[in-house]
């Protein structure tokens, strides 16, 4: 069975995923604080041992260490996630993404880990004009804190590489789609709304691009990296698949049958990123991944999976999320934008 695994942020979307996609195949530990984001639910029926605790805790990360057997891989999901949270509060960002991530390090480093793959994304880039697609050595311009958090986290883990040797491996991922998504990102979010009748609040023109990945592809490209990437190197994970933030929402309202009229202009994300677009070549050549999903049919099953797990998304929906839909919402769908000021 070879390593252990030791999957930071398991229990959220990706990295529940990525639990599923190698369980029973390699023995796997998780670590994961159970944020409003993280749930046990996605991990059901997958073979894990399941250690509570936070990264920026040394003692929490050794205790994931002493649970698992042998030598041990790390693969680091965990982090705040969610850009319009972090231009609410950026501090749970800095401390679980850059503090966090460098005690996850220090704590690879001291017991010797085999491998330390880093998940980034392609936000670290920042913006980029049509057309324009970033290759792993681009310009890092993160524009939210989120993004900046990440890009912190980037070049720790590659400093740890060249200044102690750790075997740090960092990959970017696109936009993910796929089950078990937090339902305040974008796609899920619509589905959830979509369903109940609701508004579907888009910020602002709605022609805000972005490049989506199946989640299942992205695990695919993290495991290939772990497995085959270089240590020291980075891996763009793109799906190659461009699509305009109106028209996934229009193909949400089709698949479920709904009017267009549920679409609302709302008031922009303050900095909201234009595009996206990393470039994937490295990854297809040094890694021989690429993406396998075709985007209609498999958004297609997504919205199937959310409307089929209808009692996930509720329980999911209800409690903390909530509050904070209200919070941010509340105001905008209650009296949307004026198109100037979209
Ligand atoms: P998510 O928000 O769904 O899940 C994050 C998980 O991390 C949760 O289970 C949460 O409980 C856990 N966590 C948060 N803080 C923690 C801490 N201090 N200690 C331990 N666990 C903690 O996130 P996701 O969308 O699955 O993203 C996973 C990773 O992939 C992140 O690093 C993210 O930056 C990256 N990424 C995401 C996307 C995307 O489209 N969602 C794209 C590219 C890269
Ligand atoms: O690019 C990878 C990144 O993708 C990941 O690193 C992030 O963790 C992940 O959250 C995602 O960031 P985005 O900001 O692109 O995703 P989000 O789902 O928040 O928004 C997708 C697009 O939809 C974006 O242009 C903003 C827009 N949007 C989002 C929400 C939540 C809306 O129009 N309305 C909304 O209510």
Known sequence: MGETLLVTGGAGFIGSNFVRLVAGKRRVVVLDKLTYAGNLENLAGADHVFVKGDIAEPGDVRRAFDAAEGPVSVVHFAAETHVDRSIEDGFPFLRTNVLGTQVLLDVARERGALRFLHVSTDEVY???????????????????????????????????HRTHGLPVIVTRGSNNYGPYQFPEKFVPLLIANARDGKPLPIYGDGLYERDWIHVTDHCEGILAALERGRPGEIYNLAGSCHRKNLDVARFILKALGKPESLLRHVQDRP???????????????????????????????????????GEWLDRVRSGEYMGYYERHYGDRLRSPAPPHTR
């Open 126 to 160: 920042g913006p980029l004009a049509p057309g324009v697609f970033a290759a792993e050595d681009a310009r890092l311009c993160p524009t939210n804190p989120y993004s900046a958090s990440k890009a912190g986290s980037d070049h720790l883990a590659l400093a740890a």
């Open 271 to 309: 900095g909201h990123d234009r595009r996206y677009g990393p470039d994937p070549a490295k990854a297809a050549r040094e890694l021989q991944w690429k993406p396998r999903a075709k985007f209609e049919q498999a958004l297609a099953e997504t919205i199937r999976w959310y409307d089929e797990n």
